[in-house]
């Protein structure tokens, strides 16, 4: 069954330094999505992209973010310059349509930053 | 914007039943998801209702009450790998991303 990948699986870094979160959607799907969920938190909607370009954003997906879909299968969320606040788990999705498409996650990159 | 309220905890017995209700205040609606996400892992998808009424797959069924902003997963004879947490999420009808609550956590005792 077709899945969504993202590597790494997990990334420290140092506060300031950028990070690129690399995803796979499932192959056919058009539409993508970053969300992540603080530890013991709920899930946060970060930023969907259709068609190269983003759809919608929330507040959070400020201007030290940015996603890219670099080549035909790569979507990439960078954060520039990371805060401690930013540790969290990342999960890309992708849906083969918006409106009524089920949205799959992939695994998640746990993000630590000190 | 969305407000959706589930409960925190359950605990229930193998072999039980376990239903867990999800209420939503949304400024749009269009489709309500149920995921199940294991301690570390990605939220996994189990179902969608759209219209009202009772969607089943298997041991899982959804209910959905547009009029009452209310749903609720069905978990039919539990098994301890159902222990997880079960996310409510709501799409919107002016956008496409899901907007999630904090998540039941299902404990399945022997």
């Known amino acids: 069954e077709p899945e969504v990948t993202q590597t790494p699986s997990h990334q420290v870094t140092q506060m300031g330094q950028e990070v690129i979160l690399r995803c796979v959607p499932i192959?056919?799907?058009?539409?993508f999505y970053w969300y992540r969920q603080i530890l013991g938190q709920k899930v946060e909607f970060l930023v969907s992209?259709?068609?190269?370009?983003?759809?919608?954003k929330s507040e959070i997906f400020d201007d030290q973010f940015s996603v890219e879909r670099p080549d035909g299968s790569n979507f990439t969320l960078k954060i520039r310059s990371t805060k401690l606040e930013d540790s969290a788990m990342y999960f890309c999705a992708s849906s083969e349509i918006a409106a009524a498409g089920t949205q799959y996650f992939g695994p998640g990159t746990r993000l630590t930053v000190l | 914007g969305q407000n959706i309220d589930q409960p925190t905890e359950m605990t229930a017995t193998e072999g039980a039943i376990v239903q867990i209700n999800c209420t939503y205040q949304t400024s749009g609606f269009n489709g309500l998801f149920w995921y199940q996400q294991h301690a570390g892992e990605a939220p996994t998808f189990l179902s969608y209702?759209?219209?009202?009424g009772l969607e089943e797959k298997g041991r899982f069924s959804s209910f959905l009450s547009r009029s009452k902003g209310y749903s609720y997963l069905l978990l039919k004879e539990l098994q301890m790998k159902d222990s997880a947490s079960y996310l409510c999420a709501v799409r919107g009808s002016n956008d496409y991303k899901l907007s999630f609550g904090a998540g039941t956590t299902v404990t399945v005792r022997a």
């Open positions: 992209f259709y068609n190269n370009e983003i759809s919608e």
């Open positions: 192959s056919n799907h058009l539409y």
């Open positions: 209702n759209v219209l009202d």
